[in-house]
């Protein structure tokens, strides 16, 4: 059969509004969680983490939401701006198998438009 | 500080012959890891090092790829010989969770391969 590429969920908000962009995560055992930004053209960069100990955590217009009930990770960004156009990847840490691996999601794709 | 440093940015081979990538992790840092990102397939880790050794190779598509890191400061992705197919952007990144610090990678910005 053909091969088709990956279909990344989108999102497209309009400059100022808040976006949320989700990740269901699979290892119950992983203790750390990590949301990365990817720029067209460059590499995935940190923006914010949390531990399995927090429910939320904030940083700078983002915030980090985990409910390890259901597996569930969600990234707030307040007051979008066109420069938060990017991919955006979770990643766990998967305790319980090897140590100092990532897993990541596939990624979602934020379109912010002025 | 400097981060994650790869050579080079860019790189277009020809089908046959041999690539390589280069990586300078993080001072400090003692795992790496070598991920491949493509449209088809997204970020696929392919190896990763603690402390200059190998710990998981399984991602490594088939022979014709090998990783070396003969000291902590400097590691290579060799594809030999290359393929159309290979044409994907390499990143490198490193982090160092074994010294008190978070599982957090920072990722190099990629050398991105063409093989014609």
């Known amino acids: 059969g053909e091969s088709v590429g990956l279909h990344l969920p989108t999102l497209s908000v309009q400059e100022g509004d808040n976006s949320i962009i989700n990740c269901a995560y699979s290892n119950s055992a992983s203790d750390y969680f990590i949301w990365y930004k990817q720029e067209s053209g460059k590499g995935p960069q940190f923006i914010i983490d949390i531990r399995s100990n927090m429910d939320k955590r904030q940083g700078q217009r983002v915030t980090v939401l985990l409910n390890k009930t259901v597996k569930h990770l969600s990234l707030q960004i307040a007051a979008t701006q066109p420069g938060d156009s990017a991919v955006y990847f979770c990643a766990e840490n998967g305790r319980g198998t090897s140590y100092g691996k990532l897993t990541f999601g596939q990624g979602t794709i934020l379109t912010v438009h002025p | 500080d400097a981060g994650v440093i790869q050579s080079p940015r860019h790189e277009v081979t020809e089908m046959g012959q041999e690539v390589t990538l280069r990586c300078k992790p993080i001072s400090g840092h003692d795992y790496l890891f070598w991920y491949r990102q493509t449209m088809m397939r997204g970020l696929e880790l392919l190896i990763y090092f603690n402390n200059n050794v190998p710990i998981d190779d399984s991602g490594m598509p088939e022979d014709r790829f090998s990783a070396k890191m003969p000291n902590a400061s400097f590691s290579t992705l060799k594809i030999q010989p290359s393929e159309p197919r290979d044409s994907a952007v390499y990143f490198c990144?490193?982090?160092?969770?074994?010294?008190?610090?978070?599982?957090?990678?920072?990722f190099g910005p990629g050398t991105r391969l063409t093989v014609l």
């Open positions: 990144a490193s982090s160092a969770p074994s010294r008190g610090r978070t599982d957090t990678q920072y």
